[in-house]
């Protein structure tokens, strides 16, 4: 809570994200399929328009599923009671609609207007190879258009926590909205969040994540080849050492082998919820982390945030596409009793 | 297989399907929100653009998958193994494109031209209940564009079997293309089969239907409601000895009590293919009509071809959506052995 909420003009919000507006397009593929047209198992690779038209064409059949890093996170807040609200950019296209539907009906407050020309709505094709995992090659289309003067000062002071997401930093107007909202969230005393995103985006950034983790950012989101790259580590321990103590929280997972939450001198090992039939793990670090900011804007201690974010995992990797389809809110609790 | 091959100017072909090209738009609601919006459940309602609009605004979070009945039925056909051809309308918007790439990535030819102008591509709102009921509203937009001339003849005329639905009586040039179609199909001496779609939809073309099965249809696919509806029997029985005798083969669904297939004097009772856990029951009539189309054309026997229809209507009610997400033929080879 602000120390003085009447000077908000609306009202506190959990959590607010700010990320690139996607429409994912998911369909079962083989690995063979990944081998042949070159695409990197398990990462996320930009491609320009031509590329996702050529890659589309090979395609099987797909699942049109709103998507997006912090987007996918903000609806799972919403599905566990919380309150939230997103920043992105769509084209007024047909995509863009389903995109702008689905959050809000989620009951994400949404108010970014479309692009009204340009490249059309961002979309991610997803191949989920027989073991569960998926491969994300990603157009980024009408989000790049997204810029700081499109990001609300009074939203983003008016949240606990302002969500980021490293993918911000490959548009370079994103970039700038990304830096506008730490510097208002800072200002109003709020805390500032981030996701590492994806090694490969760690890659293309890591001295400004580096610098970012080291000052700017009070909760990181990483998994362990996050991590690692970051700080070109030579294993999970190593990388852990390094990041100890330059962020106030840092939320570590390791797909099956669970998470770790360090703060300071306290460390919390969260097992991971098992799951009879993982069917799809696209979107299991997004609902993870919407657990863990949940539970950290509503009360919770480290330690339960975790395993809420653990519960929301279990339930993204049981179905197709990273939005919840169940009340997270009933799931939590029953499993927390 | 044709009488003179020779005489073809195209390969040979399993079945071609002619149905309205739609976009399913997938949520799960409760039974509540059906009251609320006077919706019928179970059924297929139609409803204009602006309709459409308002209850989209007011549905939850969705995903979008290619759907429309008879094509659902050539993708399983297709996913089989079988050989299929489909005619139907999309716009060239974003949800047509969807659907042209999902139908060919499935393995079935499609060439009908996209519309530019006039109506959005179609798409059919599905509200999935808890029971796993689907209760669907559908804009008909580009589909009503099929007309006669888009039905190449030599490719009907080159098919085992061709497939039509209900659906297609809804607009006046659909039907003139219903109509062309099954007239080039006995003019080649093929079979004619036929979906009665939904038991509003036969209310609304009751007697034409009646012409049609008594003496024009070859295989007829009906559940309980529709053939009870057709002949507005005083239950499954009393509809099914008014079936008896008017086409060659009658498909008669119901549910999770299994199917009648009856030709003459020959009756054969099928067993459901039981699921353990029902999810969406959407496309479950596609996919069994997709399972028995494909028999009949690959020489199965009639018990046969309707257990293929079984295990296939079971694929498709254990996820979300009506196309399958198994490769079908797996499926069936590992069940018949």
New interface residues.
Partial sequence: MPDNPAALDVAPLDVVGIGNAIVDVL??AEDRFLEDHGLAKGAMTLIDGAQAETL??A????????GGSVANTM?GIASLGGSGAFFGKVRD???GE?FA???R??GVSYKTAPAKEGE?TARCLIFVTPDAQRTMQTFLGASVALGPDEVATETVAAAQITYLEGYLFDPPLAKAAFIKAAEIAHAAERKVALSLSDPFCVDRHREAFRDLVDGHIDVLFANEEEIVSLYQASGFDDALQSVRGKCDIACLTRGDKGSLIVAGDEVHIIDAVPVANVVDTTGAGDLYAAGVLYGLTNGHGLAEAGRIGAICAGEAIAH??A?P?AALKNLVAKSLG
Avoid: C, N, T, W
Wanted: hydrophobic residues 50%; without cysteine.
């Fill in positions: 369909a079962h589309y064409a395609m099987g059949p797909g699942i049109e599923i709103s609806a296209d047909q995509l389903v539907h689905d959050i009906a989620a059309a197709m596409g939005r389809e």
